[in-house]
Nanobody, 128 residues
């Protein structure tokens, strides 16, 4: 399994930007499909974005499409989530996750059980 550590969370004003990072241990990061999920207070954890292996296709939740960008730097074993035009409803704990899924289909990428390794999460708070 791979170990994942998120960073970059914090307090940001509505309309602002933030970049989250997720650093992975191990030498097989480049062969994982990676995803970002989030959990707001009192709500279920939900899918945010994914970047697949081997096609490196990206998928986004409708709520963040056009505002968030997922990317990866395999040489640095790091996954990113660039978040722009942030809204108060983006306030949540953000988690990165790794999957051995080799598919670009949206449904399995958005399913939490497709992912076998999870980070501890990083809090993002968007103030209005």
């Amino acid at each position: 399994q791979v170990q994942l550590v998120e960073s970059g969370g914090g307090l940001v004003q509505a309309g602002g930007s933030r970049r989250l990072s997720c650093t992975a241990s191990g030498r097989t990061f480049s062969s994982y499909t990676m995803g970002w999920f989030r959990q707001a207070p009192g709500k279920e954890r939900e899918f945010v974005a994914a970047i697949t292996w081997p096609a490196y296709t990206t998928r986004y939740a409708n709520s963040v499409k056009g505002r968030f960008t997922i990317s990866r730097d395999n040489a640095a074993n790091t996954l990113y989530l660039q978040m722009n035009s942030l809204k108060p409803e983006d306030t949540a704990v953000y988690y990165c996750a790794a999957s051995s899924l080799a598919s670009s289909l949206a449904a399995p990428l958005a399913t939490q059980t497709s992912y076998h390794s999870w980070g501890q999460g990083t809090q993002v708070t968007v103030a209005s």
